[in-house]
């Protein structure tokens, strides 16, 4: 792989082509970026609060919390599986190293997700859930969720193009990532052993330590965080050897 | 002089799709000397798009090798990238990224853009506005700003009305004649007699005749 300064500015253009693409397409534009995790989260508030009467003290915010985060790591992840076919037409025309192509969809679903963390910030101070010193430990857990997002996002995208069969695997995957990683229900409820067969997954983990930061003002253990971080990494290797393995093969893919 | 591309025994397979003769280009040897322009003619599937592919390292051959002096090999693509719902000046910034250029450089020579494509204030008009001839103008205006080591042509580029065709085709020829290293893949035997150093003759997947236009044209003809 052959990378230039100006493929970081490329990166940045074309995630910004996306994003003003988005709110082009909608006559509410970018307020759907904000309105799509809200209808969401009402629906599920419906279901287990209302109908269900699953929820109890503090549910919305605690279903909220999961939500939020599972959003950036779902929409990101899925997209990337497209990233390389998206840009089929342009690396069959000049040469691009295609570690770029999942970098911008990463890139632009940051850019939204920071929006609608700031929306959920004000959320939080508004409804109880103020400002504290744990806050500090935000930067943290951003950098290792996104480290997870990146590293999913990198294998995804450079394994779909070479087997498109795997992308139903990856849609069954993340619906049962979703179902298994505690967003509607505390994990923590669940026995042993299977509580801690539920914590291998990364997610489970992450949205574990962001409910004890906002809503317990507690700093989540190291060591999970640590685990999360190892784990992306690992997937994000894999994926980058791939994406590089395969630099030349790509545009040779037809479909 | 010196070679700044030389290909070595190369071969290109897409074993999939043909089954009788599965290699697409095989045993293709020839150098690319700075500051010629070198032409390619041959009928359609003979391999041509596959050699340019091959050249500007897009791909990478099956079989034999491909020396590089430079790393600055462009496939000339107009409206590479170009978006919709993007204004003019936006697309023109993109296009030239994936063309080689920096931002600054394309920020700085976006005037220079604005007057060739003739687009004037509506270069700040998303493009999904423009005609036709308006993204064409701007895709070329874009991609000659590019200034790759070694510039690969597939095909008369011609966009827009008479009198643009005219202008683009002028700065072609200039850019041809100059010091730029080139090769052209052309159906359009005029250019090829009159612009080219040097001519191949692609034929079936590997090189049937190589050397002075004349020659090489003549041989084809027949």
Not at chain 1, 22 to 31: E, K, R, V
Not at chain 1, 183 to 196: A, G, H, K
Request: charged fraction near 20%; hydrophobic fraction near 50%; proline fraction near 4%.
């Amino acid at each position: 792989m052959r990378f230039r300064k100006r493929h970081a500015e490329l990166v940045y253009h074309c995630a910004l082509s996306d994003l003003k693409r988005d709110s082009d397409q909608a006559y509410l534009g970018m307020l759907w970026w904000v309105l799509d995790p809200l209808i969401y989260l009402c629906t599920f508030y419906l279901i287990f609060e209302v109908i269900m009467q699953r929820g109890g003290p503090g549910f919305i915010h605690f279903l909220l919390t999961g939500l939020v985060f599972w959003r950036w790591f779902d929409s990101t992840v899925r997209l990337s599986a497209f990233s390389i076919k998206k840009y089929q037409g342009i690396i069959s025309q000049v040469y691009l190293p295609k570690l770029l192509l999942p970098l911008i969809t990463v890139t632009g679903n940051l850019m939204k997700f920071s929006l609608v963390l700031v929306l959920f910030a004000l959320f939080l101070t508004l409804s109880g859930h103020p400002p504290g010193s744990s806050w500090l430990a935000i930067p943290l857990l951003l950098l290792v969720q996104f480290v997870l997002v990146l590293g999913a996002s990198l294998l995804v995208a450079a394994i779909i193009p070479l087997i498109p069969d795997l992308m139903q695997l990856v849609n069954y995957g993340m619906t049962l990532m979703f179902f298994m990683s505690g967003i509607f229900f505390d994990l923590n409820s669940v026995d042993e052993p299977l509580r801690s067969v539920l914590y291998f997954n990364p997610m489970a983990v992450m949205l574990s330590a962001w409910r004890d930061l906002l809503l317990e003002a507690s700093i989540p253990p190291l060591a999970q965080l640590g685990y999360v971080l190892a784990f992306g990494l690992v997937l994000g290797a894999v994926g980058a050897w791939l994406l590089n393995r395969f630099d030349l093969h790509y545009p040779r893919l037809v479909n | 002089m010196s070679a700044l591309l030389s290909f070595e025994n190369v071969g290109l397979r897409y074993s999939r799709d043909r089954r009788d003769n599965p290699w697409t280009l095989q045993g293709v040897n020839f150098e690319v000397m700075k500051g010629e322009t070198l032409g390619v003619i041959g009928r359609n599937g003979a391999g041509k798009s596959s050699l340019l592919r091959l050249m500007s390292g897009l791909i990478a051959p099956d079989a034999g090798r491909i020396h590089r002096q430079t790393d600055s090999i462009l496939l000339l693509s107009i409206q590479l990238g170009f978006q919709p719902h993007l204004t003019g000046r936006e697309n023109a910034m993109i296009s030239g990224i994936l063309l080689g250029m920096h931002r600054a450089e394309v920020k700085a020579a976006m005037d220079d853009i604005v007057e060739f494509a003739e687009l004037g204030e509506q270069i700040d008009d998303p493009v999904r506005t423009y005609s036709a001839g308006m993204r064409g103008r701007l895709g070329f205006a874009v991609a000659c700003q590019a200034r790759p080591e070694v510039l690969l042509i597939d095909e008369a580029l011609s966009v827009g009305d008479r009198e643009f065709r005219a202008k683009s085709r002028q700065y072609m020829l200039e850019r041809l004649q100059s010091e730029q290293t080139a090769v052209v893949v052309s159906h359009d035997e005029k250019l090829i007699a009159t612009e080219c150093n040097r001519v191949i003759w692609l034929a079936n997947g590997g090189i049937k005749a190589c050397g002075a236009p004349e020659d090489v044209l003549e041989q084809y003809r027949r």
